[in-house]
């Protein structure tokens, strides 16, 4: 893929995931199996509060990342505890239970501090505000934008959060999982990363960077931005959006809310943002089917 002017890799990956070290159904090795079995490349075992032994485990194909996701904190007056989604710790980060952690953000510290990386989860799940996120994590990478586990109520896309969280000043990625726990959560969401090769070291430099875009289908071919102008190529999609600060954006498929009976099919995307400043552009993209792709925003 033509990232930035930079030829890159495309490794599919679900970097959310549960097995039986915590309340998943599947085994680590079954869970294994179905990921391979479907041609992902990566996948990041996050059991709750317990890490996994993923060196020893059989990837069949696949890198297979250390992580954990953490729930330190009930938030008053609420009760809500934070689930945060942590990628790249060491097999052996000592965890154990919730009273590790007294707040939220000593939890992402201890994470920062054993070289991983935080991003937090399903926020919309949770009954977090934006502003709750805001206010009480610094130095996380991101958050979820899509998450298959979560649709069982409705909540399973956080794309509004997110938004408030770029026009709030957050420089946020999104990543798009499944949070797998049992068979009806399988292959719903995935973040594609953008990398030379799919060495854990690798992989996850491409993730604290940003290289990689979230996606429940639609498959981002080019993204560039030179001179101010926004370009892109991608599967066939009938929505195609650059969405930005406030009252700002750009609709690439207009004529689809005219006809929408027949929506004609899009694939590629170019604008001029050159006279554009002091805000953030991100594209999202969805198929005729309502699968969504989401590019990391660009900032101005
Ligand atoms: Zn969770
Ligand atoms: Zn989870």
Not at 10 to 28: I, Q
Not at 185 to 192: A, N
Request: hydrophobic share 35%; glycine share 8%; charged share 20%.
């Amino acid at each position: 893929m033509n990232f930035f002017g930079r030829e890159l890799n495309v490794y599919k990956a679900n970097l959310h995931t549960h097995s039986t070290v915590s309340d998943g159904k599947y085994t680590p090795q079954e869970v294994i199996e179905h990921y391979a079995a479907q041609g992902y490349d990566v996948l990041a075992f996050t059991d709750h509060r317990k890490t996994n032994p993923v060196s020893t485990y059989d990837g069949k194909g696949m890198t297979l990342l250390s992580g954990i996701e953490l729930h330190p904190h009930i938030m008053e007056p609420r009760e809500i505890h934070w689930h945060l989604l942590s990628l790249g710790v060491p097999e052996d980060f000592p965890y154990g239970d919730d009273s590790n952690f007294k707040t939220a953000q000593e939890a992402v510290d201890a994470v920062n501090a054993a070289g991983g990386m935080v991003f937090c989860a399903h926020p919309y799940w949770c009954g977090l505000t934006s502003l709750d996120v805001k206010n009480n994590l610094k130095n996380i990478l991101g958050i979820e934008v899509f998450n298959s586990s979560c649709r069982y109520i409705g909540r399973e896309f956080n794309m509004q959060s997110w938004d408030e969280l770029l026009e709030a000043g957050c420089r946020y990625n999104a990543l798009a999982v499944d949070d797998v726990h049992s068979q009806s959560d399988l292959f719903g969401g995935y973040t594609c990363i953008l990398a030379e090769n799919k060495e854990p070291q690798s992989l996850l430099n491409a993730i604290r960077k940003g290289d990689f875009y979230a996606s429940m289908g639609p498959e981002f071919k080019k993204i560039t931005f030179e001179n101010g102008i926004l370009e892109a190529e991608f599967s066939p999609c009938v929505k195609v959006n650059v969405l930005a600060n406030a009252s700002s954006g750009y609709c690439a498929s207009w004529d689809n809310y005219l006809h929408p009976e027949n929506p004609e099919e899009y694939t590629s995307l170019k604008k001029d943002f050159s006279q554009w400043k002091n805000c953030y552009i991100r594209i999202q993209i969805q198929d005729k089917n309502g699968k969504y792709a989401w590019s990391n925003p660009i900032w101005l």
